[in-house]
């Protein structure tokens, strides 16, 4: 990643902690650590036959908006430019 990329990353990722109310990195240190939360988003990945997804920033993005208890409304994931089947996967939390 260029430093532009780290920092709108690091950028997007602080929104998600806002969003989540998250005050330490110990909250989303317990959110990632989680086998249940990372079980239950592939299981949502595969009912939604998305490809495999390396783990990184898109992964730990995916986990955030995933288990955010509808946090993130449809029109917040399009203006980040998130699009269907995986639009529809963050918003299926079946």
Known sequence: MSKLEDAE??????EACSILSFQ?????????SSKSNLSSLLRS?????IAPIR???TM?????IY???AKFSR????????????LSMLLDRK
């Open 75 to 86: 029109s917040v994931l399009l203006r980040k430019g998130w699009k269907d089947p995986v």
């Open 24 to 32: 330490k990195i110990s909250d989303l240190d317990a959110l990632l």
């Open 60 to 64: 730990l993005s995916l986990m955030l």
């Open 55 to 57: 783990v990184g920033s």
């Open 67 to 69: 288990h955010s208890d």
């Open 45 to 49: 990945r595969k009912r939604h036959k």
């Open 9 to 14: 990353y690091l950028k997007e990722l602080l």
